[in-house]
């Protein structure tokens, strides 16, 4: 198992890859950002997730269809 890296790590990571005329926008964006996907990934490991065809069939909504184009 991985280990789940610190805060102030993953801090660092993001101004690593923010541009060095970053606003203190782009710095919150980021952030959010980041913490909406791992709240997505620990849904997801704890078995929380629905797919999209079923959110669909649950409002009555037509399944999505690719048309390869």
Do not use: H
């Amino acid at each position: 198992m991985t280990e789940t890296p610190t805060i102030k790590n993953q801090l660092n990571r993001i101004a690593e890859r923010l541009p060095v005329d970053a606003t203190w926008d782009d710095v919150l964006y980021e952030i959010y950002v980041s913490q909406e996907v791992e709240s997505g990934l620990k849904d997801c490991r704890e078995g929380r997730k629905v797919f999209s065809e079923e959110v669909r069939r649950r409002l009555g909504l037509p399944q999505y269809q690719f048309d390869g184009g």
